[in-house]
C-alpha cells in the first residue's frame, strides 16, 4: 500500500464531489473518508465545535502518515476509502431471525461456554427485544456508582455532559498523531467508554463494559478514556470472552489511561474476536493502542489481557512512568492457532524516580500459529533507580507454529536494574505422558499444561474472568494437538 | 491378570526386548532385576503405553484386555499405574488438582460418578496422613522443585489415591537414601491387600529388602534368562549380574 499517501492526497482533493457531501438526514454514510464525512459523524453525535476541530486535525496528521509496516505479521492491504465510516445500526429485519440461521460453530461455542440463550441471542446479533433483566441490573449499577460520584458512561454522553474532563484528558495519553491507527481512530471514532473516579474513591465494583449494553454496537473504532483522580482505584474489565458476530473487519480502537497521585487503574481484557476460519479468511484486524499515564506519584497502572481471537492482532498496551515511584505491569497471554497473527507487547517508559515495571508474557502457538512478543523498556536519564523485570514465555504445539521475540532496552541511567528472562519451550511428550498415565485425556492434558503455563497471569485476573479465560482457552485449543 | 506373551519391541532399528514372557496373578509381587539397557525401563513403559517403541511382535493382555491397543490414559482406566523413573515437573499445575482430574478421569472411563473437591479432599487427607507426604507438597505445582526423594512419595502418593490394580515401579529407588527408601517402602507394603499387583523394576536388591517380591526375574539381551523367588535377589546381589549375561548370550 505504498501508494496510499498519494490516494489520500486524491481523496482531499475532491472531498466535496458529489455524493460523498453527505445528508444529516441519512443513517449511513458512502464508504470512504474525507472531512465531509467526519462532519458528519460529529454532527450526527451533536458534538461540539472543539471536538469536530480535534477530529478534523487528527485527520490532517493520519493523511501524512503512513501505515506501519515493522509488525511480524502479513495480511492483504486495506483499502480504507472502501469503509463507511457511519452507519446506525443494523435494523432488525437485516439479522438473523433466530439462533437456527446463526453459524452452529458459533452456537457450539456458546454452549461449551455455559452462556444463557437470551445472551446468545444478544452476542450472535439475533433479532430480539434487547429489554430484559440487564436494564435493571443497569439501572441499579447507575445508582451505586452515583452515590460515590463515579462517572461511567458512553463516550458521547462524556463530550456532552463532561466536555471539561474530555477537553483536558483526550488525547494527552495518546496525542493524535501517535501512530497511524491511532490518528485514524481519533478522527472517525464513533463510540466508547468514559470512566472518571473522584479524588480518595474506591470504585465500588468491577467496572465492565459487559453492562453497558447500550454500548454493544460501539463499532469498529472504540474510544475510551479512564481517569483515577488522587488517591482513587478503579478496576476495569473488557472484552466478553464469548466470540462476538461483528459485521467490520478492521478494527482500531484506542485506550488512554490517566492515573493521578496515588490512584491506581488495573486494567483487565479479554479479547475472543472472530480469528476466521481455519484458512484465515474473514477473521478480525486488530490494530489497538491502548497506553496509560502513571501521571501522579505513587500511581500504579496494571494491564492483564488474554487474547485469543483475531485474525491479527497488533496490540502494545502501555506503562509511561511519569510519576515518582510510580508502578506499571503488563501481564499476557496470547493464543495463535490456524492462521491467527498475533504481534503484542507492550512498552514501560520510566520517567520518573524509583519506577518499577514488571512484564509477564506468555505466547502459545499452535497449528501454524505465529505469535511475536515485542516489548520495549526505556529509562530516561533522569529515572534514578528505575526497575523493569520481564519475562517472556513461548509455548510451542505442533510443528508448524511460531514463536518471536523482540525485546528492546534504552537504559540512560547507570542506577537502573534490569531483568530479562525468555524461554521457548514445547509441551514435552514426557508431560503428556506422564498425565496421560495418570488417566487423563489427552486434550485434557494439553489443557491443563497449557493453563499451568498461563497461571502467572490468570491469577491477576479478577476471580470471574480469570474462570472464563481458562475455559476460553481450552475451546480455542481443541483439536490442536501436534 | 497382566500376561505379557513373547513380547519383542525394538526403538528405531534396534531390538530391546526379544520375546519376553511374564505371568502376574493377583496380588503377586514381582521384581524385574537386570543389568543397565538390558530392557527393564522398556518393559515399563510398553506396559504403560509410552509412545516411540515398535511392538513388533507378541502380546500384552491385562485381565484378558488387549493393552496394546488401548491409548495410555484407557490403560490407567483399566487400572495400570505406572511409578516414574524420573516424575516430569509441570509448571503452574497444583499437584492436588492434577490428581483430582486423574481419578476422575479414571471414574469416568469406569463409568462411576465423577467426586465433587470435598468428597476427593476427604480421601486425599486421608492417604495423606497415610503415606506420610508432607501436605506443603500438595498443593505446590507437580514436582516442581521436589527433592529426589519428595518425588518418588509423591509417585507413592499418587499411587494410594489412584488405587491401581497393577502398579509398575520404575527404579523407584535410583537417587533415594536409605529413609526415603524405607518411607518409599512402607508406602507400597500398605497397598498390599492380597489383590493388587506390583511389577518392580530395580537395578539392585536393596529395595527388595523394603518391598519383598515373590518372584525375582533377572532380564538380560531382552529376555528373563532367570527366574527365581527372593533369595535369587540377594544371589544376584552377590555375584552381580555377569554369570547371568553369559547365559544369556548362550540362549
Same mark, same amino acid.
Given at each position: 500500500?505504498?501508494?496510499?499517501?498519494?490516494?489520500?492526497?486524491?481523496?482531499?482533493?475532491?472531498?466535496?464531489?458529489?455524493?460523498?457531501?453527505?445528508?444529516?438526514?441519512?443513517?449511513?454514510?458512502?464508504?470512504?473518508?474525507?472531512?465531509?464525512?467526519?462532519?458528519?459523524?460529529?454532527?450526527?453525535?451533536?458534538?461540539?465545535?472543539?471536538?469536530?476541530?480535534?477530529?478534523?486535525?487528527?485527520?490532517?496528521?493520519?493523511?501524512?502518515?503512513?501505515?506501519?509496516?515493522?509488525?511480524?505479521?502479513?495480511?492483504?492491504?486495506?483499502?480504507?476509502?472502501?469503509?463507511?465510516?457511519?452507519?446506525?445500526?443494523?435494523?432488525?429485519?437485516?439479522?438473523?431471525?433466530?439462533?437456527?440461521?446463526?453459524?452452529?460453530?458459533?452456537?457450539?461455542?456458546?454452549?461449551?461456554?455455559?452462556?444463557?440463550?437470551?445472551?446468545?441471542?444478544?452476542?450472535?446479533? !439475533?433479532?430480539?427485544?434487547?429489554?430484559?433483566?440487564?436494564?435493571?441490573?443497569?439501572?441499579?449499577?447507575?445508582?451505586?456508582?452515583?452515590?460515590?460520584?463515579?462517572?461511567?458512561?458512553?463516550?458521547?454522553?462524556?463530550?456532552?455532559?463532561?466536555?471539561?474532563?474530555?477537553?483536558?484528558?483526550?488525547?494527552?495519553? !495518546?496525542? !493524535?498523531?501517535?501512530?497511524?491507527?491511532?490518528?485514524?481512530?481519533?478522527?472517525?471514532?464513533?463510540?466508547?467508554?468514559?470512566?472518571?473516579?473522584?479524588?480518595?474513591?474506591?470504585?465500588?465494583?468491577?467496572?465492565?463494559?459487559?453492562?453497558?449494553?447500550?454500548?454493544?454496537?460501539?463499532?469498529?473504532?472504540?474510544?475510551?478514556?479512564?481517569?483515577?483522580?488522587?488517591?482513587?482505584?478503579?478496576?476495569?474489565?473488557?472484552?466478553?470472552?464469548?466470540?462476538?458476530?461483528?459485521?467490520?473487519?478492521?478494527?482500531?480502537?484506542?485506550?488512554?489511561?490517566?492515573?493521578?497521585?496515588?490512584?491506581?487503574?488495573?486494567?483487565?481484557?479479554?479479547?475472543?474476536?472472530?480469528?476466521?476460519?481455519?484458512?484465515?479468511?474473514?477473521?478480525?484486524?486488530?490494530?489497538?493502542?491502548?497506553?496509560?499515564?502513571?501521571?501522579?506519584?505513587?500511581?500504579?497502572?496494571?494491564?492483564? #489481557?488474554?487474547?485469543?481471537?483475531?485474525?491479527?492482532?497488533?496490540?502494545?498496551?502501555?506503562?509511561?512512568?511519569?510519576?515518582?515511584?510510580?508502578?506499571?505491569?503488563?501481564?499476557?497471554?496470547?493464543?495463535?492457532?490456524?492462521?491467527?497473527?498475533?504481534?503484542?507487547?507492550?512498552?514501560?517508559?520510566?520517567?520518573?524516580?524509583?519506577?518499577?515495571?514488571?512484564?509477564?508474557?506468555?505466547?502459545?502457538?499452535?497449528?501454524?500459529? #505465529?505469535?511475536?512478543?515485542?516489548?520495549?523498556?526505556?529509562?530516561?536519564?533522569?529515572?534514578?533507580?528505575?526497575?523493569?523485570?520481564?519475562?517472556?514465555?513461548?509455548?510451542?504445539?505442533?510443528?508448524?507454529?511460531?514463536?518471536?521475540?523482540?525485546?528492546?532496552?534504552?537504559?540512560?541511567?547507570?542506577?537502573?536494574?534490569?531483568?530479562?528472562?525468555?524461554?521457548?519451550?514445547?509441551?514435552?511428550?514426557?508431560?503428556?505422558?506422564?498425565?496421560?498415565?495418570?488417566?487423563?485425556?489427552?486434550?485434557?492434558?494439553?489443557?491443563?499444561?497449557?493453563?499451568?503455563?498461563?497461571?502467572?497471569?490468570?491469577?491477576?485476573?479478577?476471580?470471574?474472568?480469570? !474462570?472464563?479465560? #481458562?475455559?476460553?482457552?481450552?475451546?480455542?485449543?481443541?483439536?490442536?494437538?501436534? | 491378570?497382566?500376561?505379557?506373551?513373547?513380547?519383542?519391541?525394538?526403538?528405531?532399528?534396534?531390538?530391546?526386548?526379544?520375546?519376553?514372557?511374564?505371568?502376574?496373578?493377583?496380588?503377586?509381587?514381582?521384581?524385574?532385576?537386570?543389568?543397565?539397557g538390558s530392557g527393564k525401563s522398556t518393559l515399563a513403559h510398553v506396559i504403560a503405553g509410552r509412545d516411540g517403541y515398535n511392538i513388533t511382535g507378541g502380546s500384552v493382555t491385562f485381565n484378558g484386555k488387549d493393552l496394546l491397543s488401548l491409548a495410555p490414559e484407557e490403560r490407567a482406566g483399566e487400572g495400570v499405574f505406572l511409578a516414574f523413573q524420573y516424575p516430569v515437573e509441570i509448571p503452574g499445575v497444583n499437584n492436588v488438582y492434577m490428581l483430582k482430574a486423574a481419578l476422575n478421569g479414571i471414574r469416568k472411563y469406569r463409568g462411576e460418578k465423577e467426586l465433587d473437591a470435598i468428597e476427593f479432599l476427604k480421601i486425599v487427607k486421608a492417604k495423606t496422613k497415610a503415606v506420610g507426604i508432607d501436605d506443603g507438597l500438595l498443593n505446590r505445582p507437580v514436582n516442581m522443585g521436589f527433592s529426589g526423594g519428595e518425588k518418588k512419595r509423591n509417585e507413592v502418593f499418587q499411587m494410594s489415591v489412584l488405587e491401581p490394580h497393577l502398579a509398575i515401579l520404575d527404579e523407584t529407588d535410583s537417587g533415594l537414601d536409605i529413609d526415603a527408601l524405607k518411607a518409599v517402602g512402607d508406602g507400597v507394603n500398605q497397598l498390599r491387600d492380597g489383590s493388587r499387583s506390583f511389577v518392580v523394576v530395580t537395578h539392585y536388591q536393596r529395595l527388595l529388602d523394603y518391598i519383598v517380591p515373590d518372584f525375582v526375574h533377572v532380564l538380560a539381551g531382552g529376555r528373563i534368562v532367570r527366574s527365581g523367588d527372593?533369595?535369587?535377589?540377594?544371589?544376584?546381589?552377590?555375584?552381580?549380574?555377569?554369570?547371568?549375561?553369559?547365559?544369556?548370550?548362550?540362549?
Amino acid at each position: 500500500m505504498a501508494s496510499q499517501p498519494q490516494d489520500i492526497t486524491d481523496f482531499v482533493n475532491r472531498k466535496y464531489e458529489a455524493g460523498f457531501y453527505t445528508d444529516i438526514e441519512q443513517d449511513s454514510v458512502a464508504p470512504g473518508l474525507n472531512p465531509g464525512v467526519i462532519e458528519f459523524i460529529s454532527k450526527k453525535k451533536g458534538e461540539p465545535q472543539w471536538m469536530l476541530d480535534w477530529r478534523l486535525k487528527a485527520y490532517e496528521r493520519w493523511t501524512k502518515m503512513a501505515e506501519p509496516k515493522w509488525a511480524h505479521v502479513h495480511y492483504p492491504p486495506i483499502d480504507l476509502q472502501a469503509i463507511s465510516y457511519y452507519s446506525a445500526p443494523k435494523s432488525q429485519d437485516d439479522r438473523p431471525k433466530s439462533l437456527d440461521e446463526v453459524d452452529p460453530e458459533l452456537i457450539a461455542t456458546y454452549e461449551k461456554l455455559g452462556i444463557p440463550l437470551e445472551e446468545q441471542k444478544m452476542l450472535a446479533g !439475533v433479532a430480539v427485544d434487547m429489554v430484559f433483566d440487564s436494564v435493571s441490573v443497569h439501572t441499579t449499577f447507575k445508582e451505586k456508582l452515583a452515590e460515590v460520584g463515579v462517572i461511567f458512561c458512553s463516550f458521547s454522553e462524556a463530550v456532552i455532559n463532561h466536555p471539561e474532563l474530555i477537553q483536558r484528558y483526550l488525547g494527552s495519553v !495518546v496525542p !493524535v498523531s501517535d501512530n497511524y491507527f491511532a490518528a485514524l481512530n481519533s478522527a472517525v471514532f464513533t463510540d466508547g467508554s468514559f470512566v472518571y473516579i473522584p479524588k480518595n474513591t474506591r470504585c465500588p465494583m468491577e467496572l465492565s463494559t459487559y453492562f453497558r449494553i447500550n454500548a454493544m454496537n460501539t463499532g469498529q473504532f472504540e474510544r475510551t478514556l479512564i481517569i483515577a483522580d488522587s488517591g482513587s482505584h478503579v478496576s476495569y474489565l473488557e472484552g466478553c470472552t464469548a466470540p462476538m458476530r461483528d459485521e467490520n473487519q478492521l478494527h482500531a480502537a484506542v485506550v488512554e489511561l490517566v492515573a493521578l497521585d496515588d490512584a491506581e487503574i488495573k486494567y483487565s481484557t479479554v479479547q475472543n474476536w472472530y480469528p476466521g476460519d481455519e484458512n484465515g479468511v474473514g477473521g478480525i484486524y486488530n490494530f489497538v493502542t491502548k497506553r496509560g499515564d502513571c501521571r501522579g506519584n505513587n500511581s500504579k497502572i496494571s494491564w492483564t #489481557q488474554v487474547e485469543t481471537g483475531s485474525a491479527i492482532t497488533w496490540k502494545y498496551p502501555s506503562c509511561i512512568l511519569k510519576g515518582d515511584n510510580s508502578i506499571g505491569e503488563f501481564y499476557s497471554v496470547a493464543l495463535a492457532r490456524n492462521c491467527q497473527q498475533a504481534d503484542t507487547g507492550t512498552k514501560m517508559v520510566h520517567l520518573g524516580r524509583n519506577t518499577r515495571s514488571t512484564i509477564i508474557s506468555k505466547g502459545i502457538s499452535a497449528d501454524r500459529g #505465529q505469535n511475536a512478543y515485542r516489548g520495549l523498556v526505556r529509562i530516561a536519564k533522569g529515572a534514578t533507580n528505575a526497575r523493569n523485570y520481564t519475562q517472556c514465555d513461548s509455548l510451542l504445539i505442533g510443528d508448524r507454529s511460531g514463536a518471536h521475540t523482540f525485546p528492546y532496552v534504552e537504559v540512560k541511567n547507570s542506577s537502573a536494574q534490569i531483568e530479562h528472562e525468555a524461554s521457548t519451550s514445547k509441551i514435552s511428550d514426557d508431560q503428556l505422558f506422564y498425565l496421560r498415565q495418570r488417566g487423563i485425556r489427552d486434550e485434557d492434558a494439553i489443557n491443563m499444561i497449557v493453563n499451568g503455563f498461563c497461571r502467572d497471569v490468570f491469577k491477576e485476573l479478577p476471580m470471574e474472568f480469570a !474462570v472464563e479465560a #481458562q475455559k476460553l482457552l481450552s475451546i480455542s485449543l481443541e483439536g490442536s494437538i501436534g | 491378570m497382566l500376561e505379557i506373551t513373547n513380547l519383542q519391541v525394538s526403538v528405531g532399528k534396534k531390538p530391546i526386548l526379544k520375546g519376553l514372557s511374564l505371568t502376574v496373578k493377583p496380588g503377586e509381587v514381582h521384581a524385574i532385576m537386570g543389568p543397565n539397557g538390558s530392557g527393564k525401563s522398556t518393559l515399563a513403559h510398553v506396559i504403560a503405553g509410552r509412545d516411540g517403541y515398535n511392538i513388533t511382535g507378541g502380546s500384552v493382555t491385562f485381565n484378558g484386555k488387549d493393552l496394546l491397543s488401548l491409548a495410555p490414559e484407557e490403560r490407567a482406566g483399566e487400572g495400570v499405574f505406572l511409578a516414574f523413573q524420573y516424575p516430569v515437573e509441570i509448571p503452574g499445575v497444583n499437584n492436588v488438582y492434577m490428581l483430582k482430574a486423574a481419578l476422575n478421569g479414571i471414574r469416568k472411563y469406569r463409568g462411576e460418578k465423577e467426586l465433587d473437591a470435598i468428597e476427593f479432599l476427604k480421601i486425599v487427607k486421608a492417604k495423606t496422613k497415610a503415606v506420610g507426604i508432607d501436605d506443603g507438597l500438595l498443593n505446590r505445582p507437580v514436582n516442581m522443585g521436589f527433592s529426589g526423594g519428595e518425588k518418588k512419595r509423591n509417585e507413592v502418593f499418587q499411587m494410594s489415591v489412584l488405587e491401581p490394580h497393577l502398579a509398575i515401579l520404575d527404579e523407584t529407588d535410583s537417587g533415594l537414601d536409605i529413609d526415603a527408601l524405607k518411607a518409599v517402602g512402607d508406602g507400597v507394603n500398605q497397598l498390599r491387600d492380597g489383590s493388587r499387583s506390583f511389577v518392580v523394576v530395580t537395578h539392585y536388591q536393596r529395595l527388595l529388602d523394603y518391598i519383598v517380591p515373590d518372584f525375582v526375574h533377572v532380564l538380560a539381551g531382552g529376555r528373563i534368562v532367570r527366574s527365581g523367588d527372593k533369595g535369587l535377589a540377594l544371589e544376584l546381589e552377590e555375584r552381580g549380574y555377569d554369570w547371568l549375561k553369559d547365559e544369556a548370550s548362550v540362549v
